[in-house]
């Protein structure tokens, strides 16, 4: 499945922000899809991920009330809902799908979208 994220940019601290990633190629309903997020010099960290079949999802402590994710299999798009965004938010969001179980370890992932610059000023 090839991957391809949209909807980051420059916004204020408070702001929200909706990332989409849209999905191609077969079997979309049977990956388990994640939003990653990369800082300058930091390493690559989960910041949501949603199951297969729309089931189960989890957000990171870090994000959790802020972030949520969700997919709609219809349409082979995964959206990352970002509200009240701080500037250590900051970073490339990468959305990726697996069909692995091992969600929350990025090395799990096959697929992988090229990113998009989320950017949070204060």
């Known amino acids: 499945v090839q991957l391809q994220a949209s909807g980051g940019g420059l916004v204020q601290a408070g702001d929200s922000l909706r990332l989409s990633c849209v999905a191609s190629?077969?079997?979309?309903?049977?990956?388990?899809l994640a939003w990653f997020r990369q800082a300058p010099g930091k390493r690559r960290n989960i910041v949501a991920v949603?199951?297969?079949?729309?089931?189960?999802?989890f957000i990171p402590d870090s994000v959790k009330g802020r972030f949520t994710i969700s997919r709609d299999d219809a349409k082979n798009t995964v959206y990352l809902q970002m509200n009240s965004l701080k500037p250590e938010d900051t970073a490339i969001y990468f959305c990726?799908?697996?069909?692995?179980?091992?969600?929350?370890?990025?090395?799990?992932?096959?697929?992988w979208g090229p990113g998009t610059l989320v950017t949070v000023s204060s």
């Open positions: 949603i199951g297969w079949y729309g089931g189960r999802s």
């Open positions: 190629g077969t079997s979309f309903s049977s990956y388990a």
């Open positions: 990726a799908a697996t069909r692995s179980t091992d969600w929350t370890n990025a090395q799990a992932y096959e697929n």
